[in-house]
């Protein structure tokens, strides 16, 4: 799943890729936060860079919700 933003001048602010089998939503609120919902299995890394940020869901079928992707730490 790659996500990235732009200004109004058309200019990248940000790009964010989370490896993952995407089966979900992308929302956004009244607010203009982005929401991403989706399912993921066994474990998936959110960090999109070097390092790593791993959620194991145990081998089931698991739900996140992801809200203000912009303000993630990676």
């Known amino acids: ?3 990235h933003k732009y200004n ?3 200019e990248l602010q940000w790009v ?3 490896q993952t089998s995407y089966n979900g939503l992308i929302h956004f609120d009244k ?4 929401l ?4 993921f299995q066994n474990s998936v890394d959110f960090d999109p ?3 790593t940020f791993n ?3 145990g081998g089931a079928r698991n739900l996140f919700l992801l ?5 993630l730490p990676f």
């Open 1 to 3: 799943l790659l996500i």
């Open 8 to 10: 109004s001048n058309g």
């Open 16 to 18: 964010r890729l989370i």
């Open 31 to 34: 607010e203009g936060n982005l």
């Open 36 to 39: 991403i919902t989706g399912i």
């Open 49 to 51: 860079g070097p390092g």
């Open 55 to 57: 959620l194991n869901g």
């Open 67 to 71: 809200n203000n992707v912009e303000l």
